[in-house]
């Protein structure tokens, strides 16, 4: 298995109040992403690292927010956590092998927002 | 976002046919991955395409990265129960380490 720890792996929290959610790589990859994963979606990028404090919006950015400060670490950030995001979230890093790129996922996070 | 348009949306097989899949994207992508997730779990990656008519095989899976590089096929021969999940097709443009979705096939083997 790659290494990827998400963090926490459930959490049920209240409309408006804020979230953050770990990612912890021990792969030493320069690239880092965050997942959403909804029924009829497949999975859509939030946002994504390319090195430490260098991130990048990807397809549904909006209220939510990354930080990277150090290579092994990117947490995503529900400001005001609202129902629409209720989810499951997946951090997954990216490597290159002798023929090229891959991506490898950790295990996810599911949250609901009540 | 780039469009992947994967199918089927999903398959009811017999323990031991064979079993097809398909990607097809709007863009040329340079790398095309394919991931398989059992409930409650992260994807895993089963094949990874770098080349364009480039066939690779896993054991019983076997992917194909299309000529126009617009595509990819997967393959599984001989299905078994245990080959139950969704399959995923992943492509990156290469502008980013950007890896786009397709929506998934759903896969039932039936003993």
């Known amino acids: 298995d790659a290494g990827i720890t998400q963090s926490p792996r459930h959490k049920v929290t209240e409309t408006g109040t804020p979230v953050t959610l770990r990612c912890h790589q021990t792969e030493n990859h320069r690239y880092m992403y965050w997942y959403r994963q909804d029924p009829g979606h497949g999975l859509r990028l939030i946002h994504y690292s390319y090195g430490v404090k260098d991130t990048d919006k990807g397809e549904v950015s909006d209220g939510y927010s990354v930080s990277r400060s150090k290579t092994e670490d990117f947490l995503l950030t529900l400001e005001s956590a609202t129902s629409s995001q209720t989810s499951v979230y997946f951090c997954?890093?990216?490597?290159?092998?002798?023929?090229?790129?891959?991506?490898?996922f950790g295990q996810g996070t599911r949250l609901t927002v009540v | 976002g780039q469009q992947l348009n994967q199918s089927p949306q999903s398959m009811f097989i017999q323990e031991g046919e064979d079993v097809s899949m398909n990607c097809t994207s709007s863009?040329?992508?340079?790398?095309w991955l394919w991931y398989k997730q059992d409930p409650g779990e992260g994807p895993v990656l089963l094949i990874a395409l770098y080349k364009a008519g480039e066939l690779t095989s896993n054991g019983r899976l076997t992917a194909q990265f299309g000529i126009t590089r617009k595509d990819s096929f997967l393959n599984i021969s001989a299905s078994i129960p245990s080959d139950v999940g969704i399959y995923f097709c992943a492509g990156d443009t290469n502008t980013g380490n950007q890896f786009y979705f397709g929506t998934g096939t759903s896969l039932t083997v039936i003993p």
């Open positions: 863009s040329i992508f340079n790398t």
């Open positions: 997954a890093i990216s490597g290159t092998s002798a023929g090229g790129t891959e991506a490898f």
